[in-house]
Nanobody, 126 residues
Framework: VQLQASGGGLVQTGGSLRLSCAATGRLFSRCGVAWFRQAPGKEREFVSVISRSGGSTSYADFVKGRFTISRDNAKNTVYLQMNSLKPEDTAIYYC????????????????????WGQGTLVTVSS
């Protein structure tokens, strides 16, 4: 599975962006997919995850109510809709996939993911 993240850019505080994670490979529909982010000088942190069916999701507390993860398996794509953006959301956003044997939701640990995209930069100006 190869992942390509896109959709980042420069936005003002309170604005919105939608990130996309496009995958190639037949196994994508068998993968749970997560978004992580890494701000300058900080560790990469978990943002959100979606099960392989799309029926289950989880979010980090700092994005609950503002971000929404979804997926379209027919298009091999996972999305992250980001609303009410804040300057502290500025980071490189990475998508990652984990092959799972059921619809179990993968956890927030980075080391649990098998495949990573290259990242897309989100900058929120104040």
């Amino acid at each position: 599975v190869q992942l390509q993240a896109s959709g980042g850019g420069l936005v003002q505080t309170g604005g919105s962006l939608r990130l996309s994670c496009a995958a190639t490979g037949r196994l994508f529909s068998r993968c749970g997919v997560a978004w992580f982010r890494q701000a300058p000088g900080k560790e990469r942190e978990f943002v959100s995850v979606i099960s392989r069916s799309g029926g289950s999701t989880s979010y980090a507390d700092f994005v609950k109510g503002r971000f929404t993860i979804s997926r379209d398996n027919a298009k091999n794509t996972v999305y992250l809709q980001m609303n009410s953006l804040k300057p502290e959301d500025t980071a490189i956003y990475y998508c990652a996939a984990k092959s799972v044997i059921s619809s179990v939701l993968p956890g927030p640990e980075r080391r649990g993911y098998d495949y990573w995209g290259q990242g897309t930069l989100v900058t929120v100006s104040s």
